[in-house]
């Protein structure tokens, strides 16, 4: 599986971003999904996932209730629609593929994406 991450730029806080990421292969649906970012100096963190069906999903606490993860398996892509956006959601965002495929943990990562970079001015 390739994964392609889109939708970065530079917005001022309290704006919203929609992240795409484009799956290759005819196997995105049997993948948990998730987003991930890191910011300049951190380690890569935790954003968001998304089962296989996207009949469940988890979010870290920072983003719960500003972020939505959602997928669409017939386009072989997973979203992440980040609102209300704060300078600390400044980073580098990742898209990966992992499982297991039923829950939204995504404690084993099979692919990584390239990074899309969001800027939040304050």
């Known amino acids: 599986v390739q994964l392609q991450a889109s939708g970065g730029g530079l917005v001022q806080a309290g704006g919203s971003l929609r992240l795409s990421c484009a799956a290759s292969?005819?196997?995105?649906?049997?993948?948990?999904m998730g987003w991930f970012r890191q910011a300049p100096g951190k380690e890569r963190e935790f954003v968001a996932a998304?089962?296989?069906?996207?009949?469940?999903?988890h979010y870290a606490d920072s983003v719960k209730g500003r972020f939505t993860i959602s997928r669409d398996n017939a386009k072989n892509t997973v979203y992440l629609q980040m609102n209300s956006l704060k300078p600390e959601d400044t980073a580098v965002y990742y898209c990966a593929a992992g499982g297991p495929p039923n829950i939204a943990t995504m404690s084993v990562i099979d692919y990584w994406g390239q990074g899309t970079e969001v800027t939040v001015s304050s």
């Open positions: 998304i089962s296989w069906s996207g009949g469940s999903t």
């Open positions: 292969g005819r196997t995105f649906s049997s993948y948990a």
